[in-house]
């Protein structure tokens, strides 16, 4: 399970903490860092492709990211994509398979604590 959580880190979590990073080193330095916004660009191309990798992964119909129960592979998914909404880069509402996860997340007591 924590391998998959790796994966997930790595093909959900890194486009958004890049993000996130370069829009507060962005902002610290006024601006002034020409390689932050190039990056930006790169990570949010990039999150289109990120959402589809995770629809074709969920098609075998399990209801949550590592299989059948509830796992910390979840939760890094559902910060990235609340990270995502954020950024302006929310998961496609045609990505059923993904939508159908992300209504069982928030659904969690969890999810509004």
Known sequence: MLEFDDVI???????????LHHVVVDVADNGAGPSAAV????QREA????????????????????????????????VAAWLGGA??????ADLKNVNRWLERIRSRPSWNA
């Not at 880190?9 to 993000?19: K, Q, V």
């Not at 999150?47 to 990211?65: C, H, I, N, S």
């Open 9 to 19: 880190t790595a093909e959900l979590g890194d486009p958004f903490a890049a993000n």
């Open 39 to 42: 990056l930006n660009d790169a």
């Open 47 to 78: 999150v289109p492709g990120k959402w589809a990798w995770l629809e074709r992964e969920m098609a075998d119909g399990r209801p949550f990211l590592a299989g059948e129960t509830f796992s910390v592979a979840d939760i890094t998914g559902s």
């Open 87 to 92: 950024f302006g880069m929310a998961v496609p």
